[in-house]
């Protein structure tokens, strides 16, 4: 890691741990002089704070310093197919406040995000914050995304959304930064950061109205060459035959085993099934037809695994979304047919396991793409280098310092 500036001594303090300067020299391969010179800028911006005393070694006690999550807060929004949440989280992806609305993606980008925009100025009010206190804004979208535009890139289920303009859109209300991706991408960092931080290979499959997934491969969230890596839902499998799925194909996995697809076979049963909502509370009541359709839906999601053990490797895993909410049944059939068709040494050491984070998530996973993106170190060093200019020195003032420096570009 290159030890040049103040961005450098963020990361490594965002771990958690509070350091004093000398560890921090040892770390960075600086001198005291050289830390102080560093760390004051990020004692201004009020990222770093000083904590209580370390132990002493003999002599005058050594001051730790450590990251401050609470200098700002993000803005996340995970929206699906017939759902979205905005929430408040502070720097280490904790939410603050959140809310969740039925809300179809259907109604198109503006309605959608008006309706986010007004959800995130309320969170605001209620935390007794402003619009400077945000210092980035990441959003969640059911369908493939540029992430480095922001834009949804031809997604099958979001009527007048393909090439819309997501961050300006945003950025008219708010003007920071806005980062833009698939939902079950933002899963997968999410479910990875809150309970699996040492996993570098693993899945997050997310089985609801759609089925995709979030691919983790040494460490890095692969998006593909479109951003459409992982979008599992719409591979072909054998009792899909001749079926049409709302993409326009035949035989795609979703088209059996989301959950409109389950909840139609279910009232074909005579059922009173019509979302996933129905879908699981019957399983949970212990219906048989119910338990039966998921436990399918589970191995018809294991064909199509097996092929992703194979040839991705992962170590773990996860199930989520709200099919997953129907307990083991699910998770029951994937573990057979992936058990069954991968080899041994592919599955010898491989976790298949319900998501620890539940609906959190995609929230989380938004709030860490947005963080990440403010506080990559080289963003850091910028608006350490404008405080220096410009003589400000205001604590907490990221955003008029972000201003500044935007000027100055």
Known sequence: MDNGGPGELLHILRDGRPRTRAELAGIAGLGRAAISSRLEPLLKLGLVVPVSDAPSTGGRPSARLAFNPGAKVAA???????????????????????ATEQLEISCGPEAVLDWLLVTLKSHLQVMECSTA???????????????????????PIMPGWDGFDVPAYVQQTFDVPVLVDNDVNLMALGERAARWPDEDNMIFLKVATGIGSGVVSGGMLQRGAAGVAGDVGHIAVSRGAGILCRCGKSGCLEAIAGTPAIAAQLRENGLEA???????????????AAIQAVRQAGRDIGEMLNMCVSFINPALIVVGGSLSHSGEHLIAGIREMVYARSTPLATQHLNI?????????????????????????????????????AGLDATHDLQKVEHVAQTAH
């Open 274 to 288: 019509i979302t996933g909502n129905d879908v699981v509370s019957l399983v949970r009541s212990g219906d048989l």
């Open 353 to 389: 396991t319900q998501s620890k984070t539940g609906r959190e998530a995609g929230v989380i996973g938004a709030s860490i793409l947005a963080v990440e993106h403010a506080l990559a170190p080289h963003r850091v060093n910028d608006l350490a280098n404008t405080l220096h200019a």
């Open 133 to 155: 206190d945000i210092i980035a804004v990441g959003i969640g979208l059911p369908g493939p995304v540029e992430h480095s535009t922001g834009k949804p890139n031809s997604p």
């Open 76 to 98: 996340a929004a995970d929206v699906g197919a017939t759902h979205a949440t905005v929430a408040l989280t502070d720097l280490s992806g904790r939410v603050l406040v959140e």
